[in-house]
């Protein structure tokens, strides 16, 4: 298969001017960047998260399954369908996505991959559907590969290691990280809402180290407005 480095190039610099203004109200309606399926440990079918992707309107979205893109492949066939059969409709934009387990200060943590070359060489480790070891867990390693295939690394709900996210971030940055998923629900309340005490911290930091802000509901559950 071609890679086409073109494509993504273009697809990775239309997201970084999407999460240039990601605020508290971008989520969940406008845009959201963190989403489970079947193909990882979500219950929502790809075919039914994109209708309700369609319902609600969302501009732009990426599905983040666990070192994993079935899930992204099956709604890029539902979505190409449907744009066939909705010619005059507004289409969202559907980046790749994948969220891999990594080392960060002798902690896990879970770095979100966007936009990035699903051909590419380096991302092929992480997306075998389990978690690296060795120096690939490593997260310093993990973000260059995503780089690598041409894609955006985020730290994903950084208040909710055992490690403080004082310390993460500052670390995450370090290592290249690109961005910190800012705006989060951590006490999963309904409606969706992100939490303000940790997202100020996130944004603050965000802000101090030239990180971009990202947001999702990272659903896992059958409402793409609700985590669980």
């Known amino acids: 298969m071609v890679v086409n480095f073109a494509q993504t190039s273009a697809s990775t610099e239309l997201l970084k001017q999407v999460f240039q203004r990601i605020d508290a109200h ?43 893109i079935d899930g992204y492949q099956a709604a890029r066939v539902w979505l190409e369908d449907w744009q066939r059969n909705n010619s005059n ?35 092929k480790p992480y997306l075998q559907r389990k978690p690296t070891t060795g120096q690939e867990y490593q997260a310093i390693n993990v973000i260059a590969a995503i780089h690598d295939a041409g894609g955006l690394a985020v730290l994903a709900h950084p208040a909710r290691y055992r490690r403080s996210h004082l310390d993460l971030i500052p670390a995450a940055a370090k290592n ?17 809402r992100p939490s303000a005490l940790e ?11 030239g990180l971009f802000n990202t947001c999702g509901t990272d659903t896992h559950g059958l409402n793409l407005l609700q985590r669980l």
């Open 26 to 68: 971008s989520c969940p309606k406008l845009f959201n960047f963190h989403m489970h399926t079947v193909h990882s440990d979500g219950r929502l079918q790809p075919s039914v998260l994109m209708e309700q992707a369609i319902a609600i309107g969302l501009q732009g979205f990426a599905i983040t399954d666990h070192h994993c």
């Open 89 to 123: 409709a507004s289409i969202p934009h559907l980046w790749t996505g994948a969220e891999i387990n990594a080392n960060l200060l002798d902690n896990e943590v879970h770095i979100l991959a966007y936009a990035f070359e699903i051909e590419h060489p380096s991302i």
């Open 176 to 192: 290249g990280i690109d961005g910190v998923e800012t705006f989060y629900a951590y006490n999963n309340p309904s409606p969706w």
């Open 199 to 209: 997202s100020q911290q996130v944004q603050k930091l965000a802000g101090e180290y």
